[in-house]
């Protein structure tokens, strides 16, 4: 199974909701990095942590397919 069969196999709800909480890290961080005020370097640093891990987790969580789609590709 390809990367891209794989993006676009059905995710199961536990990982769509993983997805979203990542899509959301990865905007709160990328807000603070942007913040046009100047910020501690401690909260830029968290920003820069928070983009990261949320977009480690967004591209996690999409990849991730159900049982019933990989057993389906192994027999067609």
């Known amino acids: 199974m390809t990367i891209i069969e794989r993006a676009k ?3 199961p709800k536990f990982f769509r909701v993983l997805r979203n909480v ?3 890290l990865a905007a709160a961080g990328g ?3 942007a913040a046009p005020i100047s910020l ?3 909260i830029v640093a968290l920003g820069g942590y928070l983009t990261v891990g949320g977009t480690v ?3 996690v969580s999409q ?3 159900e049982d019933s789609a990989k ?3 192994k027999d067609g």
């Open 57 to 59: 987790l967004t591209a």
């Open 9 to 11: 196999a059905p995710t």
């Open 71 to 73: 057993a389906d590709r």
């Open 40 to 42: 501690p370097v401690g």
């Open 31 to 33: 807000a603070l990095l």
């Open 22 to 24: 990542g899509l959301a």
């Open 63 to 65: 990849v991730t397919v």
